[in-house]
């Protein structure tokens, strides 16, 4: 069974740094993209950025770009979310999911997702 | 960035009726349109991709239909389960994939 589980969240002051965790089993990790994914308190979703299977390809939505960065370690089975000078505006449950492959135009669809980690900015 | 509106905010309706939910696009995705389902307190869960196929495990009520602009997801007759908010995503153009702001299915 493929099992997502986030951890790293946590309340931060604006301008301070976290870094999100989301360990993966279940599946051949390094085979498939994988893409972070929030939802602040009562609105809907919004994707944040995404990183092929190898790690070589990543993409951001203009709201991390310069302050977020994915990674990933295959070795850990590992997803990682840096995120960097946190506004109020970040603050959001942060979900992992997991694309239906991995190479660099990887299909964009979600599936499964993991059950989320909050982060507090204020 | 392409901009997907949802139609309408809120649906009431009453178990056993037919479900209708819109998605329109500010340009064509052709076929490359998503569906999810998300319950309180739940992560969003995978429903229809590519416009009209079912994700594993989903059950046959649930159906998705369009191209280019349209999207419809439309459940045939609504479980009690059913009842939830959804959304659908482009994946056309990327970055930034796109979600709508979603649906509210409440019951009446």
């Known amino acids: 069974e493929v099992q997502l589980l986030e951890s790293g969240g946590n309340l931060v002051q604006p301008g301070g740094s976290l870094r999100l965790s989301c360990a993966a089993s279940?599946?051949?990790?390094?085979?498939?993209?994988m893409n972070w994914v929030r939802q602040a308190p009562g609105k809907g979703l919004e994707w944040v950025a995404g990183?092929?299977?190898?790690?070589?390809?990543?993409y951001y939505a203009d709201s991390a770009k310069g302050r977020f960065t994915i990674s990933r370690d295959n070795s850990k089975n590992t997803l990682y979310l840096q995120m960097n000078s946190l506004r109020v505006e970040d603050m959001a449950l942060y979900y992992c999911?997991?694309?239906?492959?991995?190479?660099?135009?990887?299909?964009?669809?979600?599936?499964?997702w993991g059950q989320g980690t909050l982060v507090t900015v204020s | 960035e392409i901009v997907l509106t949802q139609s309408p905010a809120t649906l009431s309706l009453s178990p056993g009726e037919r479900a209708t939910l819109s998605c329109r696009a500010s340009?064509?995705?052709?076929?490359?349109l998503v569906w999810y389902q998300q319950k309180p307190g739940q992560a969003p869960r995978l429903l229809i991709y590519?416009?009209?196929n079912r994700a594993t495990g989903i059950p046959a009520r649930f159906s998705g239909s369009g191209s280019g602009t349209d999207f419809t997801l439309t459940i045939s007759s609504l479980e009690p389960e059913d009842f939830a908010v959804y959304y659908c995503?482009?994946?056309?153009?990327?970055?930034?994939?796109?979600f709508g702001q979603g649906t509210r299915l409440e019951i009446k």
């Open positions: 990183i092929s299977g190898s790690g070589d390809d990543t």
């Open positions: 995503q482009q994946r056309y153009s990327w970055p930034p994939i796109t």
């Open positions: 279940g599946f051949i990790f390094k085979n498939y993209a």
């Open positions: 340009q064509s995705v052709f076929n490359y």
């Open positions: 999911a997991k694309a239906p492959d991995g190479g660099k135009n990887w299909n964009n669809w979600f599936d499964p």
């Open positions: 590519d416009a009209s």
